[in-house]
């Protein structure tokens, strides 16, 4: 586990140090942009005011309608050729499919223990959110276009996709110290949080649980076992969904 955090914390350094280099070439597009325009007089307090740039265009092609990969591409084709043949197929692949990871993860976990979870957060990482990816493949392909091309509106959606970059930076700085921080004490961590998960439990049996017992034991179980973790996932792709419905708007 120290190894583990050593190596995430370096891991997040260097990340860092790219994003940070990559910030330094759009803050010369920005400036270059403000140059053509008064930056400072921007309107940004309508919103359709946006759609006179030709980001506008971009963020409707690339975000709003989203991109499919080939494989997606296929299946939907499969889909809507063949309905009942290929949501059997679905089925059929999906569970061994699920089977199939759990069992990797059940076998990795107890190969690596808890320097697992610090390996799923190396990959998270390395592969970073939609909206950073999204911010910065705009202001890649704003600084491929022409300047006659460019817009006084495109200083708003070039910011925007400047700070996002910028915070994403900032955390992986963050990650950085925490986890160099925290290397020296990593052995602790595991029962840490396993101390945690047990105090949390006994909360919600001994605060929880009774109340909802007294109506029927098996829903306090089924709200136990089940719509607490599902909420928790329903709040994390509800957060997902606003972060990128708000990725273009500005207060």
Same mark, same amino acid.
């Given at each position: 586990m120290v190894a583990s955090l050593l190596l995430l914390g370096l891991l997040s350094i260097g990340l860092a140090y790219f994003w940070h280099q990559r910030i330094t070439g759009f803050r010369t597009l920005l400036l270059n942009i403000k140059s053509r325009f008064d930056g400072n007089k921007v309107d &940004?307090?309508?919103e359709r005011a946006y759609a006179h740039c030709i980001s506008h265009?971009?963020?409707?092609?690339?975000?709003?309608?989203?991109r499919e990969s080939r494989i997606g591409n296929s299946i939907r084709n499969f889909l809507n050729d063949r309905t009942i043949l290929g949501v059997f197929t679905l089925c059929l692949l999906i569970w061994p499919t699920i089977g199939l990871i759990a =069992? @990797? =993860?059940?076998?990795? =976990? $107890?190969f690596m223990g808890a320097s697992i979870a610090v390996l799923i957060i190396a990959v998270l990482l390395i592969r970073t959110s939609? &909206? &950073?990816?999204?911010?910065?493949?705009? !202001?890649?392909? @704003?600084?491929?276009q022409d300047d006659s091309e460019l817009k006084e509106n495109d200083i708003v959606y070039a910011e925007i996709s400047l700070k996002i970059?910028?915070?994403?930076?900032?955390? %992986? !700085?963050?990650?950085?110290?925490?986890? @160099?921080?925290?290397?020296p004490w990593?052995? %602790?961590?595991?029962?840490?949080? $396993? !101390?945690?998960?047990s105090g949390l439990l006994n909360m919600i049996f001994t605060f929880v649980y009774p109340s909802v017992s007294t109506?029927?034991?098996i829903l306090a179980t089924a709200i136990i076992l089940n719509l607490i973790p599902l909420s928790i996932a329903l709040l994390y792709l509800i957060s997902r969904s606003f972060s990128r419905l708000s990725m273009f708007v500005t207060e």
């Open positions: &940004v307090s309508h265009q971009w963020v409707m092609e690339y975000v709003a309608r989203g =069992f @990797l =993860f059940y076998r990795s =976990f $107890a939609e &909206v &950073v990816e999204t911010s910065y493949g705009l !202001l890649s392909w @704003l600084r491929k970059i910028s915070k994403w930076r900032m955390i %992986l !700085l963050i990650i950085a110290v925490l986890s @160099l921080v925290a290397a990593g052995e %602790l961590i595991p029962e840490v949080v $396993a !101390l945690a998960t109506i029927s034991p």
